[in-house]
């Protein structure tokens, strides 16, 4: 088949490279690897908690090591690469230093001056348009569907490249040209929905779009794989509890988007998500700390502090956490100096969603189970190679679905801020 078309532009600031710090890309590694975290959230309604059922179909719709993909991807020419110290998203009191803050440590640091944050990376800036080429490399029009379906939600809802949680890396699908899939979709159902589709978005559900076209597809799937593995009928999978990895679901996931007026520019939405994401961690008024807000953790104040308290929700908003160079907190793999230090990351995701001037702060999560199964958490105290394992802590899949469900609720509901506080 012929190539098809899309048309794409970088929303906010995308921070995507080979590892060379000077120059960003879109690396088509980076695309198909949300397409697989997508498909198999997709593929989790019906595969359920049977591993090697959900591997089957993903490997029919993106291929694996025995079966090549259906799909191919290609970036025929590369948006502009900007490397600047001081960009304008990081210009301004507030500005920078809140959007710093959602861009982190790996990718900001202070001037020498400590006058204002500096960049350490390149990045393609936001409004930067591009091809993105894919052909559909056989007959299997089941896994050409479920494909472009993993491809639209990653871009409807995740980004490309670094820090896409916290809202970078958004890209719009603002064309398609070429041919789509037999019994195939109108090209606008491929394109980025408006404000108004993350407006009524509660919960993640294939419920409109090319997800909702391709289930039928999935299903088809489905069945052919249990078939093959000589397993029972497949249908809609009742989850006992919290799914172990990310699935489309009503009951697992929660959405919304800001309340009251819209912003005028994405800056905007990133520079209040960053300062209402640092009130909400930290929920401590303390006046006489050296740094301005005047906050910190409950955790930091009442866990870490007293040898008697162990409840570390705060946790639940991902792993490590870094207090300060000698005091951490991690997920690890069991009690000692030589376990393995598990990273778990946010289970809270934003980003910026509409155009022109009418921009909301989209909020979800996938209310997964939060910890593997015989993980724990511990507090490290100590420096550098000299850090040991101290006192284990809790932090529960409760405390990850309360924390992330108070974030989106509580966005939702505020005329103006949620969580910051005078």
């Known amino acids: ?225 249990a078939k093959d593995l000589r397993k029972d009928k497949v249908g809609l999978h009742a989850w006992k509890g919290a799914p172990p990895y990310p699935v489309l679901s009503k009951e697992h996931t929660i959405a919304g988007v800001t309340g009251g007026a819209p912003f005028s520019r994405w800056e905007s939405v990133l520079t209040e998500a960053g300062k209402e994401l640092r009130y909400f961690r930290a929920s401590e008024d303390t006046p006489g700390v050296r740094y301005k807000p005047e906050i910190k953790t409950r955790e930091w104040k009442e866990v870490v502090h007293d040898e008697g308290r162990n409840d570390f929700a705060l946790g639940g908003l991902g792993l490590p956490i870094v207090f300060k160079k000698d005091i951490e907190v991690h997920a690890d793999s069991g009690v000692g100096q030589d376990v393995e230090k598990l990273r778990r990351a946010s289970p809270l995701r934003f980003k910026p969603v509409g155009e022109g001037d009418r921009w909301k702060l989209f909020s979800y999560s996938f209310l997964t189970e939060f910890l593997p199964q015989d993980a724990s958490v511990h507090l490290w105290e100590g420096k550098g190679s000299s850090k040991k394992q101290g006192r284990r802590l809790t932090v529960t899949t409760e405390d990850s679905h309360t924390q992330v469900r108070d974030w989106v609720e509580s966005m939702a509901e505020a005329e103006e801020a949620a969580f910051v506080r005078d």
Request: aromatic content about 8%; hydrophobic content about 40%; charged content about 25%.
């Open 1 to 225: 088949m012929s190539w098809t078309t899309l048309r794409l532009r970088t929303v906010t600031p995308t921070f995507n490279s080979d590892g060379d710090p000077e120059l960003a890309e879109i690396r088509v590694s980076s695309i198909r690897g949300e397409m697989h975290t997508w498909l198999r959230a997709m593929a989790g309604i019906l595969a359920g908690d049977d591993p090697t059922l959900l591997r089957a179909m993903e490997n029919r719709v993106l291929g694996s090591t025995k079966h090549a993909s259906p799909i191919r991807l290609r970036v025929p020419k590369q948006p502009d690469s900007v490397r600047a110290r001081f960009p304008d998203f990081l210009q301004g009191r507030d500005q920078g230093r809140w959007i710093a803050y959602l861009l982190g440590p790996g990718l900001t640091n202070w001037s020498r001056d400590d006058s204002a944050m500096e960049l350490n990376r390149a990045f393609i800036p936001a409004g930067q348009e591009f091809e993105l080429k894919v052909r559909l490399d056989s007959t299997d029009h089941d896994a050409h569907k479920c494909a472009l379906a993993a491809l639209w939600l990653s871009l409807t809802y995740g980004g490309i490249g670094a820090r896409t949680r916290r809202g970078f890396g958004a890209v719009r699908i603002v064309d398609v040209e070429g041919p789509l899939p037999e019994q195939g979709w109108p090209k606008s159902s491929l394109t980025t929905p408006s404000l108004e589709h993350y407006e009524k978005t509660s919960r993640l559900w294939p419920g409109s779009g090319p997800a909702a076209d391709a289930m039928p597809s999935l299903m088809a799937i489905a069945k052919e794989a």
